[in-house]
């Protein structure tokens, strides 16, 4: 039997369990995705008289539960293969810390929580959290050992966070809630080729298919550059008037602009270098690009 199977006897302690429920839930994504909720919530209200703080709190935890959820639930499923990658061998699954069934537990509960609470904010809301679990896991994380094709898929998943917001805000899934989904639809792909070149021999050796070509090569890093200038136009749609209530000024459309260039130009050195090292650049400034957007966005609104 796979020694990763057998449940290393640890002491019970606070500290202990805390530390596996922040591994199990992957909380700093988890977080980094409940603000991109809260980012189309307060986006979608129409003054700041009209938040509902109840609202916009059940909406951060259920987003967080539900996160946490699909995060436990992949842990559960890819445990052996996790074993084998070095980023990834020490987590609580995969290193014997916790049983599958203890983490299978913990992520039921997680998904009854966050769809409870998403519900009652509205059900439209609870529906594309159940959808955003279910493409996760079930579609996206198998597909990850058989075709480049899954992060297509997880950019599903990856990209309703910030559209989920406005719909909690909303009740509604109109020309607005589309735009945020296409916005962070299109800068799934170049975060997470990144990711997948800089880490490209670790997930080799689980068999993980993350690049477009399954190479790190010319194609792959082309099309990294080309998903990085969608994600500027995208970005740039509110400001044409043609997306609802979703409207930013000119001077935030400068903004926007620049940081748009800026990782263009990241994605540009990826294209010319071809190195690990330009890769993780790009993916650290992938994830201070959908963060300042969401600020700009955020301040442009309340501000002007």
């Given at each position: 039997?796979?020694?990763?199977?057998n449940?290393?006897?640890?002491?019970f302690?606070?500290?202990?369990?805390?530390?596996?429920?922040k591994?199990?839930t992957?909380?700093?994504?988890?977080i980094?995705?409940?603000?991109?909720?809260?980012?189309?919530?307060l986006?979608?209200?129409?003054?700041?008289?009209?938040?509902?703080?109840?609202h916009l709190?059940?909406?951060?935890?259920?987003g967080?539960?539900?996160?946490?959820?699909s995060?436990?639930?992949?842990?559960v499923?890819?445990?052996?293969l996790?074993?084998?990658m070095?980023?990834?061998?020490?987590?609580?699954?995969?290193?014997?810390?916790?049983?599958?069934?203890?983490?299978l537990?913990?992520?039921?509960i997680?998904?009854?929580?966050?769809?409870?609470?998403?519900?009652?904010i509205?059900?439209?809301s609870?529906?594309?959290?159940?959808?955003?679990?279910?493409?996760?896991?079930s579609v996206y994380?198998?597909?990850?050992?058989?075709t480049?094709?899954s992060v297509?898929?997880?950019a599903?998943p990856?990209?309703?966070p910030?559209?989920?917001?406005?719909?909690?805000?909303?009740?509604?899934?109109?020309?607005?809630a589309?735009?945020l989904?296409?916005?962070?639809f299109?800068?799934?792909?170049?975060?997470?080729?990144?990711?997948g070149?800089?880490?490209?021999?670790d997930?080799?050796?689980?068999?993980?298919?993350?690049?477009?070509?399954g190479?790190k090569d010319t194609?792959?890093?082309?099309?990294?550059?080309?998903?990085?200038?969608?994600?500027?136009?995208?970005?740039?749609?509110?400001?044409?008037?043609?997306?609802?209530?979703?409207?930013?000024?000119?001077i935030?459309?400068i903004l926007?602009?620049?940081?748009?260039?800026?990782?263009?130009?990241?994605?540009?050195r990826?294209?010319?270098?071809r190195?690990?090292?330009?890769?993780?650049?790009l993916m650290?400034?992938s994830?201070?690009?959908?963060?300042?957007?969401?600020?700009?966005?955020?301040?442009?609104?309340?501000?002007?």
């Open positions: 039997m796979n020694s990763t199977l449940v290393t006897s640890k002491p302690t606070i500290k202990s369990v805390a530390t596996d429920f591994e199990i992957k909380a700093g994504l988890a980094s995705v409940v603000f991109s909720s809260i980012a189309g919530y986006l979608g209200v129409y003054s700041f008289q009209d938040l509902n703080w109840l709190l059940m909406l951060a935890v259920g967080y539960c539900m996160v946490g959820a995060n436990a639930y992949n842990q499923i890819e445990k052996d996790d074993a084998l070095d980023r990834t061998k020490n987590r609580p699954v995969a290193s014997g810390r916790m049983s599958p069934n203890r983490a537990f913990v992520a039921s997680l998904t009854i929580i966050g769809l409870v609470l998403l519900y009652l509205n059900p439209k609870a529906m594309f959290g159940a959808i955003s679990i279910f493409l996760y896991t994380t198998p597909l990850k050992t058989y480049p094709l297509f898929v997880g599903f990856g990209a309703i910030f559209m989920l917001g406005w719909v909690a805000a909303t009740n509604d899934f109109g020309i607005e589309g735009t989904f296409l916005i962070q299109f800068w799934q792909f170049p975060h997470f080729w990144a990711i070149w800089f880490l490209y021999e997930y080799e050796k689980a068999g993980f298919f993350m690049l477009p070509t190479k194609s792959t890093a082309l099309q990294t550059l080309l998903y990085s200038v969608w994600l500027l136009v995208a970005s740039l749609l509110p400001a044409l008037g043609y997306t609802g209530r979703l409207f930013i000024s000119p935030a459309a926007v602009a620049a940081i748009g260039l800026w990782m263009i130009y990241y994605a540009a990826l294209y010319k270098l190195t690990a090292k330009a890769a993780k650049q650290l400034v994830v201070s690009y959908i963060t300042l957007l969401q600020l700009i966005y955020i301040f442009d609104k309340f501000l002007r």
